[in-house]
C-alpha cells in the first residue's frame, strides 16, 4: 500500500542545510502493524509527515496505492489525508471548545457530510473505543486515556487506510498507555487495520508486528517481532 | 466542507469569544446606526414635504399666486372675476382644472368697513366655529347656529369700539357694514395679541364676497403637468393683464424650488453623516482586523488539527473570512436595529415621521459585509497558509 523509494529530505536551518531523511525506502502492506523506533533528532517524525500526507516537499518517490505523491496539489494532499489517514497525536489535539462528537465527527464534515447526518456513525465509532454517553462533554472534562480514544475514534470515523499514531502513548500513564496498546491491538486484529507507531519506547514498540529503527536519517534495521 | 457547516463553525468560534466580538463590533454597530438614522430622517422629509406639499388627495397638483398690494394700506382684493375669465381663456393651454380665488388669508381678511357712519380699513377674522380664543368683554360670542345659519353678526375689538363710540356697551347692537352687508353688533372682544378688528362668521363674509374677490388665487392642475412652470406662465399673465396689476404684484411661491432646497441640505448632511460614519466604519474595520489576527495566533492548534483532519487551506480561509464577514454582518443588522429606532425617536419630536425602506438594511448589511471580507481576507489568507508540519511538531 505504501512504498517509498529513495526518499530524502533536506531542512534549510540558517545557513546550513540539513540532510535529515537520506535514501529511505520501505514497504507498507495493508493490514500490517508497525512500529517505527528511534531517538529524538533521527528522523522518524519527518519520514512519518511524509507517510501521513503532511508534508509535501521530498525528493524521490511516495507511490499510495500505485499512485504517485509528486505532482499531486495541496488540496489533494488534504483531501488525502482526510481519505486515507487517522493520525493519533502525543498530546491528543482534540479542539478543546467543541464537544467530544464535534470533534469525532469533524473529518465527515470536511469529507463533505452535513452535520445533522453523521450522529449515528459518530456514536458507533465512540462506542467501539469504549466511550458511550460522553458525545455532549468537552475534551476537559475528560481524563487522558479518554480524550486519546476520542483521538482514536476521530481518526477512525472516516475508515482510513491507515492509522498514524505519533508517541499515542507518551503522554499517558503505564496502566492507561496498556489500555491504548490493546485498543491497537484488538484493531489491528479484528478489523485489519493498518497502524504505523512511533515510539522511542521498545516495551511498545515490541507489542506490534515489525519494528522499523531510524538513526541518523537512515533505516538502521527492519525487522518483525518474534512473537 | 459545506458551506452551511462552516457558516455554523464560524458562528461558534465567535460565540466562544462573545465578549471580544461584541466589543470588535460596535465601531460597526455606531456607524451603520449612524447612517440609517440621518438617511431615514433625510427619506421621511421627503416624503412628508412631497405629500404635503404637491399632490393633492386625487392626485392632482395645485399652486396658490399671491397678489401684493404696493399700497400697504390698500384693502383691494388683487383677484376678482375678470382675472378668472382671464385664466380660464386659456385653462387648456396651461394645463388647468380650475382656478379658484380664495377671499382669506389664513383665516383673515383685509376689508373696508364701515362703522357709525365712518369708513375705516379692518382686518376681519372669518370664523369656522365659535372661537373662545376671544375675550368677550359685553355681549355674547357668535354661536355655532349664527354661523350655521349664516347670521349677519359680528364681533368688534374694544379698540374699534371705543375710537367709534363712547363706551363698549355703547358699540352692542349698532351695525358695520362690509362688503355691503350689513352686521349686527353682538359683543365686543379684548384685543390682546391679535391684530383682528372685527370677527364674522366666515360663510356669512363669503356669500356676500361670492369667492370672486380675493388675494390667493388657487390654481390646481391636471396630474404630471409641470405645475411651477405653468404657474409661472399664469403669473407672467397676470402682471401683464391682470386686474390689479398697476396696484400691485402677482407672485407664486415655488415650493418646488423649495423643497428641493430642504432636500439638498439634508443631502449635504447626509454626506457629512456617511463621511464620519465611514470613518468610524474603517477604524471598525481595523479594530475587526486586529482580533481576526490576535484569533488566528491563538488558535493555531486548532488551525493545524483541521489541517491534519483533512480541511483544506480554502475551507480555513473561508471559515475565518466567513467569521469576519458574520461579525461585520451582525454588527450591520444590529445597528440598522438601532438606527431605525433611532430615527423613529428623533421623529417623534418633529413634524414627520422617519421612512425606512429596503434599501436602507441591505445597505447597511452589504456595507458591513464588505467591511468584513475587506478587514477579514488577510488575517484568513495567514491563517490558510500556516505551515501545518511547525504546528503539530
Redesign the interface.
Known amino acids: 500500500m505504501i512504498r517509498l523509494e529513495r526518499l530524502n529530505k533536506f531542512y534549510q536551518q540558517g545557513d546550513e542545510k540539513i540532510h535529515v531523511l537520506k535514501d529511505v525506502s520501505l514497504q507498507i502492506q495493508q493490514g500490517e502493524f508497525v512500529a517505527i523506533m528511534g531517538p529524538s533528532g533521527s528522523g522518524k517524525?519527518t519520514l512519518i509527515?511524509i507517510i501521513g500526507f503532511?508534508?509535501h516537499q521530498f525528493m524521490g518517490q511516495y507511490r499510495f496505492k500505485g499512485e504517485s505523491m509528486i505532482d499531486q496539489s495541496?488540496?489533494d494532499y488534504?483531501?488525502l489525508?482526510?481519505?486515507n489517514v487517522g493520525?493519533v497525536?502525543q498530546n491528543f489535539?482534540?479542539?478543546s471548545?467543541?464537544s467530544v462528537a464535534e470533534n469525532v465527527g469533524?473529518?465527515l464534515?470536511?469529507?463533505?457530510h452535513?452535520?445533522k447526518n453523521i450522529a449515528d456513525q459518530v456514536n458507533d465509532v465512540l462506542s467501539s473505543v469504549n466511550l458511550q454517553g460522553v458525545g455532549a462533554k468537552l475534551p476537559m472534562q475528560l481524563s487522558g486515556g479518554q480524550q486519546q480514544r476520542v483521538a482514536i475514534a476521530?481518526a477512525l470515523i472516516?475508515r482510513p487506510s491507515f492509522l498514524l499514531a505519533d508517541e499515542p502513548t507518551g503522554a499517558l500513564d503505564s496502566h492507561t498507555s496498556q489500555e491504548i496498546l490493546k485498543l491497537f491491538i484488538d484493531l489491528n486484529h479484528k478489523s485489519r487495520s493498518t497502524i504505523i507507531m512511533v515510539t522511542h519506547d521498545f516495551q511498545v514498540a515490541r507489542l506490534s508486528q515489525r519494528i522499523i529503527r531510524i538513526l541518523d536519517g537512515r533505516i538502521e534495521s527492519d525487522r518483525s517481532v518474534d512473537q | 466542507m459545506k458551506i452551511t457547516e462552516l457558516f455554523f463553525t464560524a458562528l461558534r468560534s465567535l460565540l466562544t469569544n462573545r465578549r471580544r466580538s461584541i466589543l470588535t463590533v460596535l465601531g460597526i454597530v455606531i456607524g451603520i446606526a449612524s447612517v440609517i438614522t440621518i438617511i431615514s430622517l433625510g427619506k421621511g422629509v421627503e416624503k412628508a414635504t412631497l405629500k404635503n406639499l404637491q399632490a393633492s388627495s386625487s392626485g392632482k397638483q395645485s399652486t396658490v399666486v399671491d397678489y401684493y398690494a404696493d399700497d400697504l394700506n390698500s384693502t383691494a382684493s388683487g383677484f376678482e372675476a375678470s382675472d378668472l375669465a382671464l385664466i380660464n381663456a386659456s385653462q387648456t393651454s396651461f394645463g388647468l382644472v380650475k382656478a379658484d380665488i380664495v377671499s382669506d388669508n389664513d383665516g383673515s381678511a383685509e376689508s373696508e368697513a364701515s362703522i357709525n357712519g365712518a369708513d375705516q380699513n379692518v382686518t376681519v377674522k372669518l370664523l369656522k366655529h365659535p372661537s373662545s380664543d376671544l375675550e368677550i368683554l359685553s355681549g355674547h360670542n357668535i354661536s355655532q347656529n349664527n354661523i350655521m345659519l349664516a347670521d349677519p353678526v359680528a364681533l368688534i375689538s374694544k379698540k374699534l369700539a371705543t375710537s367709534f363710540y363712547s363706551s363698549v356697551n355703547q358699540a352692542l347692537n349698532t351695525s358695520v357694514t362690509i362688503n355691503g352687508i350689513s352686521y349686527q353688533v353682538i359683543g365686543v372682544f379684548k384685543e390682546d395679541m391679535g391684530l383682528d378688528d372685527v370677527a364674522i362668521s366666515k360663510t356669512t363674509y363669503e356669500r356676500s364676497n361670492n369667492g370672486e374677490a380675493g388675494n390667493k388665487l388657487k390654481l390646481t392642475f391636471n396630474r404630471g403637468e409641470n405645475v411651477s412652470k405653468q404657474t409661472k406662465k399664469i403669473v407672467s399673465l397676470l402682471n401683464k393683464q391682470g386686474s390689479h396689476h398697476l396696484q400691485g404684484s402677482y407672485e407664486h411661491m415655488d415650493m418646488g424650488a423649495i423643497l428641493k432646497g430642504v432636500g439638498s441640505v439634508i443631502n449635504g448632511l447626509t454626506y457629512f453623516i456617511s463621511a464620519i460614519a465611514g470613518i468610524s466604519l474603517f477604524i471598525a474595520g481595523i479594530g475587526v482586523m486586529n482580533m481576526m489576527y490576535i484569533s488566528v495566533s491563538e488558535r493555531t492548534q486548532e488551525i493545524g488539527i483541521r489541517l491534519a483532519i483533512g480541511a483544506s487551506p480554502k475551507s480555513i480561509l473561508l471559515q475565518f473570512l466567513l467569521e469576519a464577514v458574520l461579525l461585520t454582518g451582525m454588527g450591520g443588522v444590529l445597528g440598522f436595529g438601532i438606527g431605525c429606532g433611532l430615527a423613529w425617536l428623533i421623529s417623534l419630536f418633529l413634524p414627520f415621521r422617519a421612512v425606512v425602506g429596503l434599501e436602507s438594511f441591505i445597505l447597511a448589511f452589504g456595507v458591513s459585509a464588505i467591511v468584513g471580507i475587506v478587514f477579514g481576507i488577510f488575517p484568513a489568507r495567514q491563517a490558510s497558509k500556516k505551515n501545518l508540519i511547525d504546528i503539530l511538531k
Do not use: E
Open positions: 517524525s509527515n503532511l508534508d495541496l488540496s488534504a483531501r489525508r482526510n481519505q493520525f497525536f489535539k482534540l479542539i471548545n467543541l469533524l473529518p464534515l470536511y469529507a463533505g452535513r452535520r476521530r472516516t
